[in-house]
């Protein structure tokens, strides 16, 4: 089985541009999770899309956005980037809502870096 | 507000000893779960150990086991006979049971196990 996937894996962008990342989950799993990851904040979570729907939202403005669509693909865009966008941006598909703790599977993570 | 622990940024033992890695939290809730997750090198996020707050018993998987104290909110983990490839970064993380809990992470312990 093909474990979750992440496009792309690296990036640059400018100030100012917008971005959007993609995450393909485990076949079969319908949750997806977004964190972004610095050596400063440490890992943070940014939202949960089940099954289309936004189940949950961490604490970023609203820059940050997602998607999921009803294959259960799901996308990140974060629009007029700043510096401290740069980061590690993870993605996480499990076959239940986040809450119900099923296992967590984690891609490898698009690596932004804002210039 | 919920938060996760980890006090050692850093730690290095030779390959074959045991390692206790710590991780406190504060919580108000009395169900939740906590998790630790492993972070090699190459990035890529794995679970390691799940405990259920409501289980007294604590979890073990293989090499790995875990301390928890309710009381104490206190979860650590124990590496036992440790190898190579388990050079890695670690997070504690925590999560209710409530719809709208988010996992929070700690801010990680940077293992490195010694030849």
């Known amino acids: 089985k093909a474990g979750v996937t992440q496009t792309p894996r690296y990036l640059i962008k400018t100030r100012g541009q917008q971005v959007t990342l993609s995450c393909s989950p485990i076949?079969?799993?319908?949750?997806v999770s977004w964190y972004q990851q610095t050596p400063g904040q440490g890992l943070q979570f940014l939202f949960e899309?089940?099954?289309?729907?936004?189940?949950n939202k961490g604490n970023f403005p609203g820059r940050f956005s997602g998607r999921q669509f009803s294959n259960s693909r799901s996308e990140m865009n974060v629009s007029t980037l700043e510096l401290g966008d740069s980061a590690l941006y993870l993605c996480?598909?499990?076959?239940?809502?986040?809450?119900?703790?099923?296992?967590?599977?984690f891609g490898p993570g698009t690596r932004l870096t804002v210039l | 507000a919920q938060t996760v622990t980890q006090s050692q940024p850093e730690m290095s033992v030779q390959e074959a000893e045991t390692v206790t890695l710590s991780c406190t939290y504060d919580t108000s809730e009395n169900n939740y779960y906590l998790f630790w997750y492993k972070q090699p090198p190459s990035r890529q996020m794995i679970l390691v150990i799940r405990q259920e707050a409501y289980k007294q018993q604590n979890a073990t998987e293989n090499r790995f086991s875990v301390n928890f104290q309710k009381a104490a909110k206190s979860f650590s983990l124990k590496i036992s006979d440790s190898q190579l490839g388990d050079t890695a970064m670690y997070f504690c993380a925590f999560i209710g049971m409530n719809r709208d809990d988010k996992i929070i992470f700690g801010k990680g312990t940077r293992l490195h196990i010694l030849p």
């Open positions: 899309y089940f099954s289309e729907t936004q189940r």
């Open positions: 996480a598909s499990s076959l239940a809502p986040l809450a119900g703790t099923d296992t967590q599977y």
């Open positions: 076949s079969g799993h319908r949750s």
